[in-house]
């Protein structure tokens, strides 16, 4: 299976080292012959994401901080002037203060509930606006969202909640943007220690419950998610928008294990 990709370009967003879920995606999709340009937020991770795009093949990195509009604008204006076009956008991104990712939920300050809904939710629609003008043949969209937007995981709290409504968003996003043939999906990845996932109270509790509990009786890797973003957006998917795709393993499904039992 090769080729999945060829002539196929796009942006990803997200990426800040080799165990980032955006990192998996994109390797999976350079196999398949994509072409890409990346983001990051902040000189000191752009040192770390040049080595990882020059593996990919990639020479284009963009600055841009997606709490900024006007960081935005530039970012797709730069992009426009290397490409005219492109087909996908990965938004692999998610930001919380990591000290109201831990106790109760009802404790979340204003300042950091709005600050993780315009990082981690309003992004994605600003992100999809400003792509939607670089995909006249239409397109596929994709962000990352977590089993904490539909049952209540300890600690996730006001992340549980932008989960939400980036799930709906990406609802929303499907039917405006369906005439456009650009789809938008997501991957609701099961738990992975990541940079992001570090900030999560208790999150080594997490990881071994899911790994005990899921029907794959294991935690999911990057190259899961990579596997499954690739599907997403390649026309293997091309009938497929407003899906959020489980990569967790299965963890979603259980309501209740039963005792393990060898016939079980
Ligand atoms: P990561 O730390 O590797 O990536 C998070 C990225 O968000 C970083 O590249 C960071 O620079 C970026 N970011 C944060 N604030 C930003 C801002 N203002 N502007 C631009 N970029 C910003 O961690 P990850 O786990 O790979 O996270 C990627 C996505 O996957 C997130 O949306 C996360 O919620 C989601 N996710 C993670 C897990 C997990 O267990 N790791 C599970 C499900 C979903």
């Given at each position: 299976?090769?080729?999945?990709?060829?002539?196929?370009?796009g942006?990803?967003m997200g990426?800040?080292?080799?165990r980032?879920l955006a990192?998996?995606?994109?390797?999976?999709?350079?196999?398949?012959g994509a072409e890409?340009?990346f983001?990051?937020?902040?000189e000191?991770?752009?040192?770390?994401?040049k080595?990882?795009?020059e593996q990919?093949?990639s020479?284009t990195?963009?600055?841009?901080?997606?709490s900024d509009?006007?960081a935005?604008?530039?970012?797709?204006d730069?992009?426009?002037?290397?490409?005219?076009t492109?087909?996908f956008?990965?938004?692999a991104?998610?930001?919380?203060?990591?000290?109201e990712?831990?106790g109760r939920?009802?404790?979340?300050?204003?300042?950091?509930f709005?600050m993780?809904m315009n990082i981690?939710?309003y992004?994605f629609?600003?992100?999809?606006?400003r792509?939607?003008?670089?995909?006249?043949?239409?397109g596929?969209l994709?962000t990352?969202t977590?089993?904490?937007s539909?049952?209540?995981?300890p600690?996730?709290?006001?992340m549980?909640?932008?989960k939400s409504a980036?799930?709906t968003s990406?609802?929303?996003?499907a039917v405006d943007?369906?005439?456009?043939n650009i789809?938008v999906n997501?991957i609701s990845?099961?738990?992975?220690?990541t940079?992001a996932?570090?900030g999560?109270?208790?999150?080594?509790?997490?990881l071994?419950?899911n790994?005990?509990?899921?029907?794959?009786?294991r935690?999911?890797?990057i190259?899961d998610?990579?596997?499954?973003?690739?599907y997403?957006?390649?026309?293997?998917a091309?009938?497929?928008?407003?899906e959020?795709?489980?990569?967790?393993g299965?963890?979603?499904?259980?309501?209740?294990?039963?005792?393990d039992?060898?016939?079980?």
């Amino acid at each position: 299976m090769t080729g999945l990709m060829q002539g196929k370009r796009g942006l990803i967003m997200g990426l800040a080292n080799d165990r980032s879920l955006a990192w998996g995606i994109a390797k999976a999709l350079h196999e398949q012959g994509a072409e890409m340009a990346f983001t990051y937020q902040g000189e000191a991770l752009g040192k770390r994401v040049k080595p990882l795009a020059e593996q990919l093949g990639s020479d284009t990195l963009i600055e841009c901080d997606v709490s900024d509009m006007g960081a935005l604008d530039r970012a797709f204006d730069e992009l426009a002037q290397k490409w005219p076009t492109i087909d996908f956008v990965v938004h692999a991104i998610g930001f919380a203060d990591k000290n109201e990712l831990r106790g109760r939920y009802y404790d979340t300050s204003l300042e950091n509930f709005l600050m993780t809904m315009n990082i981690s939710v309003y992004s994605f629609t600003a992100v999809a606006k400003r792509a939607r003008e670089m995909m006249p043949n239409g397109g596929s969209l994709l962000t990352l969202t977590y089993y904490g937007s539909e049952k209540v995981v300890p600690h996730y709290n006001v992340m549980g909640v932008a989960k939400s409504a980036l799930d709906t968003s990406v609802k929303y996003l499907a039917v405006d943007l369906g005439r456009d043939n650009i789809r938008v999906n997501a991957i609701s990845a099961g738990p992975i220690k990541t940079l992001a996932a570090s900030g999560i109270g208790d999150f080594r509790y997490i990881l071994k419950w899911n790994e005990l509990n899921s029907p794959l009786r294991r935690n999911v890797t990057i190259e899961d998610v990579g596997g499954a973003g690739l599907y997403m957006l390649s026309d293997l998917a091309s009938g497929v928008t407003g899906e959020i795709h489980h990569v967790d393993g299965g963890y979603n499904v259980i309501g209740m294990k039963a005792e393990d039992a060898p016939d079980i």
